[in-house]
C-alpha cells in the first residue's frame, strides 16, 4: 500500500533562514501529491498541490514544491521563513485514496 | 460560504458515554471524510463517504460508525467512548473521490472537534 514519509518531525529555524521538509511516498505511477499547513489551533489548510505539468509547484504566502517523479519525492520549500509560518505541515499523496504523512511541526525563533 | 462546520468544538465524555460529531458542508462535494489526530501520528482516516448513500471504512475505525445523513451531512458516532478516542477529530469534504483518476482529490477541512474521553 501507498505510504508517505516525511522524515523531519520537529524543525526549528530562525527567522529568514532558508526552508526544506522532505517528503517521500513509497511507489510510483500516477499520483496527485499535497502539502497542508495546520497553524497553531486551526484546522488544516492546502498550501499547494501537484496535479500535473510543471513539477515545480508554488504555493500561498511564498511556499513552493518540487516534484521529483524519480525520486518519489515532493519537497517543500521557502527561501526565507516568517516567525508566522510556526505551524505543522502535512504531505499528502492521492492515488486511489489520499494518505496523509505523520507531520512536521516547524517553529520558528523571532 | 461557510466552508466545512463541525459541532461541538469540544466535548468532554466519560468511558462507555456515547455522542454523535457532526459534520455539514455547502460546497456541493460528492465526498466527505472522518479524520483523527494524535500526536505523532498525523491524520488517519476513519470513515470515508464516497457519495451520497455510500460509506467505507478507513484506516482506524473500529468504535466507531458513520451515517451520511445526506448530500451535505456526515455523522461520525462514539457508542461507548473509550480513553483511547481521546483526539482531534476533523472532518473533510472533496468535489470528488480519491479513486477518480482525472479529479485532484484536494480536501476541505472542518475546524476540528477536540474529544476528551476520561
Known amino acids: 500500500a501507498q505510504s508517505v514519509s516525511q522524515h523531519n518531525h520537529h524543525v526549528i529555524l530562525s527567522e529568514a533562514a532558508s526552508l526544506e521538509l522532505g517528503c517521500n511516498y513509497s511507489y510510483g505511477g500516477t499520483v496527485n501529491l499535497f502539502w497542508y499547513v495546520q497553524y497553531p489551533g486551526q484546522h488544516l489548510q492546502l498550501l499547494l498541490k501537484y496535479f500535473s505539468g510543471d513539477p515545480l509547484v508554488k504555493g500561498i504566502k511564498g511556499f513552493e514544491a518540487e516534484f521529483i517523479k524519480s525520486k518519489f519525492s515532493f519537497n517543500l520549500r521557502k527561501p526565507s521563513v516568517q516567525w508566522s509560518d510556526t505551524a505543522e505541515y502535512f504531505c499528502a499523496v492521492k492515488d486511489d485514496k489520499i494518505i496523509f504523512g505523520k507531520g512536521t511541526r516547524l517553529h520558528i525563533l523571532p | 460560504n461557510a466552508g466545512v462546520t463541525q459541532t461541538p468544538k469540544f466535548q468532554v465524555l466519560k468511558t462507555g458515554q456515547s455522542m454523535t460529531l457532526q459534520c455539514a458542508q455547502d460546497m456541493n462535494h460528492n465526498s466527505m471524510y472522518w479524520y483523527r489526530q494524535d500526536p505523532g501520528m498525523g491524520l488517519r482516516l476513519i470513515y470515508y463517504?464516497?457519495?451520497?448513500?455510500?460509506?467505507d471504512k478507513g484506516e482506524v475505525p473500529n468504535g466507531y460508525n458513520v451515517s451520511r445523513l445526506n448530500k451535505r451531512e456526515f455523522s461520525l458516532r462514539l457508542e461507548s467512548a473509550a480513553p483511547s478516542q481521546t483526539s482531534v477529530y476533523f472532518c473533510?469534504?472533496?468535489?470528488?473521490?480519491?479513486?477518480?483518476?482525472?479529479?485532484?482529490?484536494?480536501?476541505?477541512f472542518g475546524p476540528g472537534t477536540r474529544l476528551t474521553v476520561t
Open positions: 463517504s464516497a457519495s451520497e448513500g455510500t460509506t
Open positions: 473533510a469534504s472533496s468535489e470528488e473521490p480519491p479513486f477518480l483518476r482525472d479529479r485532484d482529490g484536494e480536501q476541505y
